[in-house]
């Protein structure tokens, strides 16, 4: 069964007192493409997480953040002052207050209160535990993830299903008429030989195979073998297991090509109608594919 490249989840771990999140949503994109959005200090995880995540996605624009909530009394809520950084602004204060006669120093609370000089301790990246952690959270946002991405699936391949089933419709209405296209095409030619007073004589050979010749290239018969075969690849890209997006379509780029060949072949015949309606439906498809995984 399809799925959608569309869907957002959601997976949550505690470790070491703290609650590392994980969400996941993902769009449409002809290739994989992973973005991730991790705290500085785990930029080193980057690499598992995104063989984590090839491993189970194949297609989509797919954007990762992962957040990291501390509960009281975790090591993470433990402060940390960067002491060269606080000695540094400290002997820039004392700096500018001989030099500008300034009257007193940042008190301890201006200097904390300063970017940087207070921070948390940060995880323990190299920790086994800690990456353990991440990959189960990143699991059950991908099960939820892909949860939503099938259910969807399941709308997108009724949604493709009825138009197919339209599209074989409407290349059963073409079929009858397409019979008479050679003859048609024949008697065209012969008249617009009459309508520019070139002497048509119907008894000769030369000229009646060349006619002949231009009327079989208008036969489709070739044209509707070939959709028909088409719509049967069609349903069997559509209850495959692994993602078919991709060669769905490649198909319906075939399917535009055969149903213009016939349409060209056709002329102003009476099922331009349908030949229209048929390309109309082809583009719709076309559109609900773009999302197929």
Known sequence: MIRSMTGFGKGEVQFNGAAFAVEISTVNRKQLEIRLNLPRELAMLEPAIRQQLAARLSRGSVTVRLTITAQAGSELTQARINWPLADALVAAAQTMQRRYSLPALPT???LLALPGVVDNAPPDADNPALLDAVRQATAKALDRLLHMREQEGRS????LRNRLNLLKTL???????????PQLQKQRLLDKLTAENLPVDL???????EVLFYAD?????????RLNSHFQQ???FLAAAE???RSLDFLLQEMFREITTLGNKAGGSAITSQIVRFKAELEKI???????E
Not at 156 to 159: K, N, Q, T
Not at 217 to 225: F, H, M, R, S, Y
């Open 108 to 110: 301890a609370g201006e």
């Open 156 to 159: 997108l391949y009724e949604d």
């Open 171 to 181: 290349l059963a209405e073409i079929t009858p008429y397409t019979r008479e296209i």
């Open 203 to 209: 008894n000769d050979e030369r000229l009646l195979k």
């Open 217 to 225: 290239k208008a036969d489709v018969t070739e044209e509707l073998t």
């Open 234 to 236: 069609f349903e069997s």
């Open 243 to 245: 993602p078919t997006g």
């Open 286 to 292: 076309r559109e609900q594919v773009q999302n197929v």
